[in-house]
């Protein structure tokens, strides 16, 4: 038996968890227990100014991506509108924000959505033979942006933001990379030095030039940009490469008297505020003939805006919940969203959404609250104010640069496809990550070549096919806790009765069928719902023939918030070497495997967290202890006298882990008493390389008494778990007991008839409830 510690021991251990402690806490964002009365407010200032600073840049290159089909004259334009939205949106969202936190910016994504429109506009015009003035023009995107703030706005009134979240990730990843794209095909001409107005094609045609000079800043300036983003700084690259590009222009520029080619630079806004009334210049495209072409346009880039802005707003606000352990209303946050775009579209902004980037560095940073938003956008106004007479400053190649290399790194869950794919994996995740990646190529194609609905709908449906050839019905075969159903286990009476009074701790849901991302969320509902009052949660998988990506993703962020709450996650049906134990594992959710929390089969995981239950509720470990044979359970009822006279023929034995006690088919008659360890139940099973686990028997119990009372072969194997102690008596000790005592052998099988009594009754409420 193990002794108590010494207090040496329990010092050091207390001074191992204390470390233990402080190297958690700093791996977290700034302690929340610091931020109190004016540390709170100091650290929400904090994190709003250094998330300002990291906003910039995409405030000014999304600005320009906006506006550049009308020419590089409007670029400056297209900065003042993006400033304005931004300081909007943080300013509203510092005010009536969502419950949690999110840092609001231009998206690249959204930007070339209006964008394209504009091209669109000018297409629509030159064919119709209209001569668009820029008002009317810049106009669209307002209406377009109305029409986005409006849908969102519907979306959450009519509380739809969770339907947003069955849009599979694969889609999702495409329309990133596709964007992605077509913002590269827009800048590439800006950081060629090519003339105002001309594009790639007429480069390949020999019909405009390259400035080398603009080039070379530009390219320097993406490298520079590359470089810095693989390194953590208070500054962000894109910054340093911008103002490095800008420095680098103004010097050679002034070296060489303005005569080296290097290329435009950006065209300053009207200085003050970087807001206008709106209304006028819409009510004059409403009165131009080019609205009755763009109208349908404008509505359907309006609704695909919202939808698109819906979902990465809703992402981002699932990233803040992960790093802040929140959980967002997605209704108000769509509300918020859409009032903020709608907002911006009535003052001469451009569109915003949520961004996991800029809010995680605010969280880093110290911000915890919306309040950090109000700072975001006082930062942004005050540079707004004094930025006009520097933007002129700045060189269009080295801004096409920073643009490019931003948005030229792929999404990260599809450089997750391509590292795994690199990996040796089974046919089966091969395939899987095949198939998304697949489906993430086509939409990324299709955005870039066609139209965004287009993409949409080839996206939906590629995926909703794959889900109909292998979706299942239902994903829950059935659930409940474990005071209802208990493992086969051979336990005491006394372990059996707390299990009945606190077995409700331990909740189990079957599942079966396929868990794709049509049957996950609600998995994980239904899950987080059962396991409310609970200490573990056990999923039995043996029944689910697969598990797609997203599946994988929602089953680990389940595992995630289980362990927050405090409940552990059991992975039960992963026997070892089934191709969905490799699959999970090769998709990237191997915790459970490496803190030991996978079963082969649902017995031994509920065994296992019965047996935690038990030595929770017992205040320590019971199997370190040998049971005295006189205390055994079954040997109840018998006198003093009695005992005696039956330890005289019983024998002590001694077995190690993974030693075989009995073997099926064999013709002994001893029964056993154990009194210490526990062993394990098996059958093999014809053609089988491994055994089929029956069932557990632990300290308490008894094993081997059908033999003794049918006297015929043993039906299953008996092997030690753990280091086993126990009692043998055989039939001809039983029939000696008999002659000397007959009362002796009476109240053995008495004690042997109520307990296999105890084990039926378990084993019918078990079958009830499978039938039920």
Wanted: aromatic content about 4%; glycine content about 10%; charged content about 20%.
């Amino acid at each position: 038996m193990i002794g108590r510690p010494q207090s040496g021991a329990r010092i050091q251990r207390g001074r191992w968890q204390d470390l233990r402690k402080r190297k958690r806490s700093m791996s977290k964002p700034r302690d929340e227990a610091l931020s109190t009365g004016r540390d709170r407010w100091r650290d929400e200032l904090f994190g709003g100014l250094v998330g300002a600073l990291f906003v910039m840049p995409a405030v000014l290159g999304c600005g320009i991506v906006v506006f550049q089909p009308l020419g590089a004259g409007f670029q400056s334009l297209g900065i003042q509108a993006a400033f304005g939205a931004t300081i909007v949106a943080a300013l509203l969202r510092g005010l009536i924000g969502g419950r949690g936190l999110q840092i609001n910016a231009p998206r690249a994504t959204q930007a070339a959505l209006l964008g394209g429109l504009l091209v669109q506009a000018g297409q629509a015009a030159t064919a119709g033979g209209y001569s668009v003035p820029p008002a009317p023009m810049i106009a669209i995107i307002f209406l377009a942006l109305a029409v986005a703030g409006l849908s969102q706005m519907a979306l959450g009134l009519l509380r739809l933001g969770d339907v947003l979240k069955f849009i599979p990730q694969p889609v999702i990843a495409g329309f990133v990379n596709g964007f992605a794209l077509v913002i590269l095909f827009q800048q590439l001409p800006y950081l060629l030095g090519l003339p105002d107005g001309a594009g790639l094609l007429a480069f390949l045609k020999g019909n405009a030039a390259i400035t080398p000079g603009a080039l070379a800043l530009g390219a320097l300036a993406a490298v520079g940009v590359w470089r810095l983003g693989e390194r953590r700084s208070v500054v962000p690259g894109p910054l340093i490469g911008l103002v490095g590009g800008t420095l680098v222009y103004q010097l050679l520029t002034h070296l060489s008297d303005g005569a080296l080619p290097l290329g435009a630079t950006v065209k300053a806004p009207p200085p003050g505020l970087p807001l206008s009334w709106a209304l006028p210049s819409v009510g004059e495209l409403v009165g131009h003939p080019v609205f009755a072409a763009m109208a349908p346009s404008i509505l359907i880039t309006g609704l695909t805006l919202g939808m698109v802005s819906s979902i990465q707003s809703l992402l981002s606000a699932a990233a803040a919940d992960a790093l802040l352990r929140s959980r967002h209303d997605s209704s108000r946050e769509l509300l918020t969203q859409g009032g903020a775009n709608l907002l911006s579209a009535l003052v001469g902004g451009t569109v915003t959404g949520g961004s996991p980037l800029y809010t995680r560095v605010a969280i880093h940073n110290g911000a915890r609250t919306e309040r950090a938003n109000l700072f975001v956008g006082l930062a942004l106004l005050a540079a707004a104010l004094g930025l006009a007479p520097l933007l002129e400053l700045v060189p269009v190649s080295v801004m096409a640069g920073m643009v490019i290399v931003t948005v030229l790194r792929p999404d990260d869950w599809t450089m997750q496809l391509v590292t795994l794919l690199r990996r040796r994996q089974v046919p089966q995740a091969r395939a899987e990550l095949v198939q998304n990646l697949a489906i993430v190529v086509i939409v990324a194609a299709l955005v870039a070549t066609t139209d965004v609905l287009v993409a949409l709908t080839v996206g939906m449906g590629a995926s909703v096919i794959v889900y109909l050839r292998r979706a299942a019905v239902s994903v829950v075969r059935r659930a409940y806790r474990g005071d209802r159903v208990h493992s086969q286990t051979g336990r005491s009476d006394a372990d059996m009765e707390r299990l009945e009074r606190h077995g409700g701790v331990i909740a189990v849901m079957e599942l079966h069928g396929p868990v794709f991302f049509g049957s996950a969320e609600n998995l994980a509902s239904q899950a987080e719902e059962l396991a409310e009052g609970s200490e573990t949660l056990i999923l039995d998988l043996s029944r689910v023939n697969d598990v797609e990506s997203t599946g994988v993703l929602v089953l680990r962020r389940l595992d995630e918030r289980l362990t927050r709450a405090g409940i552990t996650l059991l992975l039960a049906g992963m026997w070892k070497g089934r191709g969905l134990r490799v699959l999970l594992r090769d998709m990237g959710y191997s915790m459970p495997e490496e803190e030991g929390r996978v079963h082969g089969d649902l017995e031994t995981a509920l065994a296992a967290a019965e047996d935690q239950l038990l030595k929770r509720l017992a205040g320590g470990n019971e199997e370190e202890c040998e049971l005295p044979l006189s205390e055994h359970p079954s040997l109840l009822g018998l006198t003093r006298a009695q005992f005696d006279l039956l330890s005289l023929t019983t024998r002590r034995l001694t077995f190690a882990p993974g030693d075989r006690i009995l073997t099926e088919g064999s013709t002994d008659d001893s029964q056993f008493f154990l009194v210490k360890g526990r062993v394990r139940v098996e059958r093999r099973q014809p053609g089988e390389e491994h055994s089929v686990r029956i069932g557990s028997i632990r300290s308490g119990a008894i094993f081997g008494e059908m033999a003794l009372l049918t006297g015929e072969p043993r039906s299953a194997d008996v092997v030690a778990d753990s280091e086993v102690v126990c009692h043998e008596l055989t039939a001809e000790d039983i029939a000696m007991l008999d002659n000397l005592d007959p009362a002796i052998s009476f109240i053995l099988l008495r004690n042997v008839a109520i307990e296999v009594t105890l084990k039926v009754r378990r084993m019918s409420r078990t079958a009830s409830l499978s039938d039920a």
